[in-house]
């Protein structure tokens, strides 16, 4: 049995909680990575001054702008190689992956060139106060050398976990991470480069990364190949990779429009509260990654068997991951609930930023029970392929509910308004997605009994 048909058999036919956990481990650990060596940006450069960790906090939007983009190509193409996959199409599953790759790695040169043209005015428009905007340039004008490595590893990511070897995708983003910590006090204090050494720091282990993922591809440990006579030709690849991946971008892109417009809205109350927002904004990722770790884990198990018609299967994956998203994901957020102060006074000495992140980190802790329906809900109906769906629950969390709310709530609470908009924007998400769960739960079994027909 050659590599591709012990893959295929593996992903169809190993029992569903063993098969999702062994892929949702190692995504957790490379999203916990990530989430963690994002703190420790924020938290060497807190130890600065308060407008350097809002600096981070601006550029933070520009770096979700890249993983919007990114991610729609990544999870586009992932999406599809894994049907494909499921459906034994190998050679048109290189084609998209060699397509996804390289349309990253064109996407990423055009936003270093851009973002260097207008850097000023750039970090002005992602909300850069007068006393922010000199350590956002400083810290901006690496990120955007690194720019064309950090797409290219997202998409090399996705691609490797779509096809089940989500191991490898954990090494490479893990290296790069912990090396990012390892830098970040080296440049930052030891070379005495300040909010650049962080940014520098970040450039390089995102390099690293990159090669480390790029070296599975050309090593032949990965059952697909990049190769340039696979770039497509035609129009229609593109297509289904922006189409199936559209809901990432809108997940991706409004996290980017919400970040800029929660310094907005926290612009009028001062730096400590950008500060407050940037530093919760890094924790809650970090609580966020695990749920999104475990959805990622799913994905490729519900687009296997989804195009493998194993209809049993996929029910049985979506209520299982379900179930373990929110018994973590509480968990999680329990312990930061209770641990809210100690974590701000680690991050910054500054009493009016503590003050308002605590309050911010514990109301985002008592809504996290109602993201997991949605990470499950939005990747179920992106991996099979209903872009539509999946688009409307992207767009949900962070821009059908968070927009309107972000204008709405600080009008009538004030700041107050403007700790509670994602809490209370998670909750309304977890609601909207009930009915389409409902409605693809329906959907199973008619295509069941339509296979059983046949």
Not at 84 to 99: H, I, P, S, W, Y
Not at 119 to 139: F, N
């Amino acid at each position: 049995m050659n590599a591709n048909a012990k893959q295929f058999q593996k992903m169809t036919e190993t029992p569903i909680r063993r098969l999702i956990l062994s892929l949702a481990v190692p995504t957790v650990i490379s999203m916990l990575v990530t989430a963690i060596y994002n703190m420790a940006d924020t938290y060497f450069v807190s130890q600065l001054n308060t407008s350097a960790s809002g600096a981070v906090g601006v550029v933070f939007s520009l770096m979700a702008m890249n993983q919007a983009v990114s991610f729609m190509i990544g999870m586009g193409s992932g999406s599809t190689i894994s049907k494909l996959l499921g459906q034994r199409k190998n050679d048109e599953a290189n084609v998209v992956a060699t397509t996804g790759f390289s349309t990253a790695i064109v996407f990423g040169c055009v936003l270093m060139v851009a973002g260097l043209l207008f850097l000023e005015p750039l970090m002005r428009l992602l909300g850069a106060t007068p006393t922010i905007l000199p350590y956002a340039k400083d810290y901006a004008r690496y990120i955007l050398l690194a720019a064309p490595v950090m797409a290219g590893s997202f998409v090399l990511n996705n691609i490797l976990r779509a096809e089940g070897k989500a191991k490898f995708a954990m090494i490479g983003i893990s290296t790069g991470g912990v090396l990012n910590i390892v830098l970040d006090p080296i440049f930052i204090n030891g070379f005495d480069l300040g909010i650049s050494g962080a940014a520098i720091a970040t450039a390089i282990s995102q390099t690293i990364s990159f090669v480390i993922l790029l070296y599975c591809f050309l090593s032949g440990k990965s059952i697909l190949h990049l190769r340039l006579r696979n770039i497509s030709r035609g129009i229609q690849t593109y297509w289904a990779i922006i189409r199936i991946g559209l809901p990432s971008f809108c997940r991706q892109g409004l996290a980017s429009a919400s970040t800029v417009l929660l310094n907005r809205a926290a612009e009028p109350y001062g730096d400590p509260a950008i500060s407050a927002m940037s530093i919760v904004g890094k924790v809650f990722f970090l609580l966020f990654s695990v749920g999104l770790g475990i959805g990622q884990g799913y994905q490729p198990v519900v687009g296997y068997n989804y195009g493998a018609k194993k209809y049993g299967r996929v029910r049985q994956a979506f209520l299982f991951t379900f179930v373990a998203d929110l018994v973590v994901m509480s968990g999680v957020a329990l312990v930061i609930f209770l641990l809210a102060e100690p974590i701000m006074v680690a991050f910054i000495d500054d009493t009016e930023v503590i003050r308002i992140g605590i309050r911010a980190l514990k109301a985002q802790c008592i809504a996290m029970p109602f993201v997991s329906l949605g990470v499950v809900s939005n990747m179920t109906f992106q991996s099979i392929g209903k872009s539509l769906i999946a688009s409307i629950l992207s767009c949900a969390r962070q821009g059908l509910f968070f927009i309107p709310l972000i204008f709405a709530l600080p009008a009538v609470w004030g700041l107050t308004g403007v700790e509670i908009t994602q809490p209370v924007s998670d909750a309304l998400t977890f609601m909207l997605c009930i009915p389409f769960d409902l409605y693809f739960f329906r959907m199973l079994k008619k295509e069941e009994n339509e296979r059983i027909s046949d």
